[in-house]
């Protein structure tokens, strides 16, 4: 009998000795790789970008610190930059208002059991897929000023004389909205297809039963079931549009003409390429980051405000 | 209030599978009829052409006087608790029984009356501002319920609404159901896998297999005068018992271990001779040998396995009569007999058994077919 | 239920405003609203690309001619043009190489992260982990490219080819991250359980359960991260100081000075340029569309 319970008390002893140990160093062990290259790459550029702004440095000299003597330059003494936050902010709100419920519209015609709607799914995601550099090579010819580029000869059908697109200063940012809206529109009517098809049959079944009218369904029963992905989208297009129209923006006009697309990311890349000064891109990196996080978290306190249906 | 008809209807899915065969059927005013088959059977298809769900390939629908089969769900004045209830999750529960209303622009004031009627009449007045995801099943399944009867329609329908509770909650909510029904006394089409709910529950069962309605009547009238075997099997728990037999002159022959079992017919023989099924319930089986003069049909056998309820014991046997092929549980071919028993019976794995059974007791069917032979009793001793 | 009340219930119409007339809005106007909905959204889509595909099909004067149109035949010469142009494939040659580096480091730092933030970690290291890799869903690397410019200098690492197989690595890590936590979450603890009363260790269990599972999702984050990467372009701008290192698409922008006058050409290098992007879509299109959506016909 006592061999036995020694026995037991020896595996207990060993029992708990070996599991949290095996546990904690896996978990660790794990995530390392991966954490250290998020530490690195990303998470130093952040810290760094944020101590760099109070600096003042060229790349060649030893840098100076200046404290917030950039940000103050920007706010005060920096016209091209208010341009810069406004036009940014243009784009933003541009691409929310119309890439959301466009996406919306396309997802709930997508919804069905017919066969071709996944053909129509397919192509409607095809330019997301297409490279970047192919989209705004492509769109810059398709902009051409002269009378012979295709968006003029479209014009032309509606009898509307030509337009300079790109190198007109109201109409090339909207011409670089519209591409951004063409690429990312996909993405967000496959997002908003799975959310809609994710309401279960029975509840839109319970609804039909209590009313023929489908565009009542929809908004007191589909949408508001809607509203996680509907935010979660938006969210993702405030992001999406900064990076994207920052890289469109560079290869097609490069903030032109006379700062007219040039957004806050675009902006960071001259002052650091052009005017070598790494200050105050950093400055304006920390504000973009800030603009982002600000307008980011408005969207998802917007969208997660329970309204209480009584 | 009004009646449901189903008149010839034919329901034909895209891939040619047919859910529902010519089915006829009359739910009168104010009845509870029950549809009950094993899965697949188009019970839930035929429900839901009730409500305008699924599409009529043939035949009509009518509820009252009106044929309904192209008129929109939400104009045919009916309500139906589905399955897993289909809660509005972003509504209360207020919200939720207050929708049917609002939808029909009832004014707010009379909304108001009639959800807290309705929650009053379910014991929901305090749940009222939760949300279904707050509620337990139980709870769930009563708002479900009560947003079926805030709008007063004319029939309810309903779609397997207790198979997600739990067994205990499952009891309850049948008795709940049954009081609703004798104090609204609104026409009422359930649909059901279980036929311990349709036994229970219903004025009327109807038993459907295949798309086709085997047998409809009371649910004594099912037990005691099955109309085929399928009918035979599905209802009853535990299940009747089957085995081949052959009938010889009046008398039936069944294989025993060492020699047939025979037993004389009298009035019970159907006319004919030849291989019969023959159906025997568990409770007709009496302990014993039976004496050879009284003419019974006896069986030796083995015991199996024992179950122990207390109140009865369940004796499951081997016996050497052969079992039809069709007599499965689960996809598996059973292979022994079940006997019910009063009380507390002793017997262990292995030892040899003998039980008897009254010609009266007698089930037999058509080999073939499975239609049931007459003539048959109403077995009044049972 | 509340037993012993009167109840008045009065079986009828609820209200009177609705009348009876049959079927609603019949369906054919709703699907025909619908399907001409989805063809000019499809034309708008499609049109461009099918442009592309016209145009590098032209001779450039047949371009200038007539821009818009249907090319004289299928011709094939911009393609050969472009295939016989070295840089261009010592720049494809550079996006394999880093993309084929990053893609799998992502694709298995990203399981484990992934794994381990699902079954391991606790509430509080987990959510501020998990925090971390949010916080990179909304505010982009994009955002930080220039200040990653000087971090990499700062390190010292000079070689474009690594300093973009770090970033591409880092770029797709916080989707992926959060795609293999909701796998792995969704993968029934009992898995895990009975592996380890059997004597596995935690890093077993991953290799040889949790992986074999994940074949899926894996596929998926190696094929939308090669995508994604593939066609990546500012981040390559900035890091980038040497144009042998260049990678395809920045190869392809710096290719409008020396095609400047030659559309057709340029349009044919782009189009080759998408074809593995292309494929890799065509091949995997439903896998990487029932991610981002469940199956459509729960409709």
Redesign the interface.
Known sequence: MTNVTAHARAATVRGLLRRPRTGSVAKVLMITPAMALFLTFYVAAVVFGIVLSLYSWNGLEPRHYVGLANYRQLFSDDPIFLTNVKITLLVVVACVATVLPLALLLAVCLAGRSRILPVFRSILFLPVIVPLAATALLWSEFFSPTADGVANRLLHVFGIGRVAWLGDTTAAPWALIMVSIWTLVGIHVVIQLSALSAIPTELKEAARLETPSTSRVFLHVILPLLRDSLTVSAALIVTGTFVFFTALAFIMTLGGPDHATEVLGLRAYLDGFDALNFGRASAVTVITMLITIVLVGFTLFVGSRRRVEY | MASIRFDGVTKRFKDGTVAVNDLSLDVPDGEFIILVGPSGCGKTTALRMVAGLEDVSEGSIYLGDERVNDVDPGYRDIAMVFQSYALFPHMTVYANMAFPLKMRRVAKREVNERVREAARLLGLEPLLARRPSQLSGGQRQRVAMGRAIVRHPAAFLMDEPLSNLDAKLRTEMRGQLARMHLRLGVTTLYVTHDQTEAMTLGSRIAVMKDGIVQQSGPPQELYRAPRNAFVARFIGSPPMNFMHGELVDDALVVDGPDEPARVRLGERWPGRSGSVLVGIRPEAFCEGAGDPAEDVLTLHGEVDVVEDLGAETMVYFRHSARIPELVQVDGQPVETFVARLEGMRLHTPGERISFHVDPAALYLFDADSGDALAPQLTHERL | ??DG?A?????????T??E??????PPFV?ELA??A??IV??A???Y??L??VA?AMKTQPEY?QN??GLPHSINFTNFQTVLGNHVLLRYVLNSAIVVGCAVP?VT???A??G???AR??GKA?GTA?LF??LF????????????????MQ??GIESGKVRLI??Y??LM?GFA?LVFRAFFRSVPEELREAARLDGC???GV?WRIMVPLARSPMTLIAVISF?AL?????LA??LLNDATDRT???G??EL?GTYSTD?PT??AA??L??VP??VL?AVF??K???Q????????
Do not use: K
Request: net charge positive.
């Open positions: 239920m509340a009340e109840v008045t219930y009065a079986p009828g119409r609820a209200e405003r609705m009876r007339p049959h079927r609603a809005a709703r619908r399907y909905i989805l959204a499809s708008i889509a499609l461009p690309v442009w592309l145009a200038i821009p818009t480091i298995v730092t990203s484990m992260a794994y381990s933030l391991l970690w290291g982990i971390l890799f990179s869903e909304f505010v982009p690397i994009g955002i930080v490219a220039i200040p990653l410019l000087l971090t700062q390190l770090c970033v690595s880092v890590m991250v260790s935690e890093f991953f995508i593939w066609n990546e372009l500012f701008v900035v395809l698409p920045l392809l922008t409008r559309w340029l349009a782009l189009l340029s998408a992007t292309l879509y299109q439903n990487i569309t029932s981002l959506s469940r199956s459509t016909t729960r409709d």
